[in-house]
């Protein structure tokens, strides 16, 4: 697994972008399900 984090993170590296494993996408107490890996920009353009 540990391959595999790298791998996603590499892109990440840039000043001002972010990302974060196993998030969870939901609204209030309602849980909608389980993101692997999310990325946000500084430009507010979020990844999944």
Request: charged residues 25%; negative net charge; proline residues 2%.
């Amino acid at each position: 697994m540990a391959k595999i984090e790298a791998v996603l993170r590499k892109p990440v590296v840039k000043q001002g972008d972010n990302g974060c494993f196993e998030v969870t996408i939901g609204i209030g107490w309602s849980v909608d399900g389980i993101v692997g890996f999310i990325t946000y920009d500084s430009y507010g353009e979020f990844r999944f």
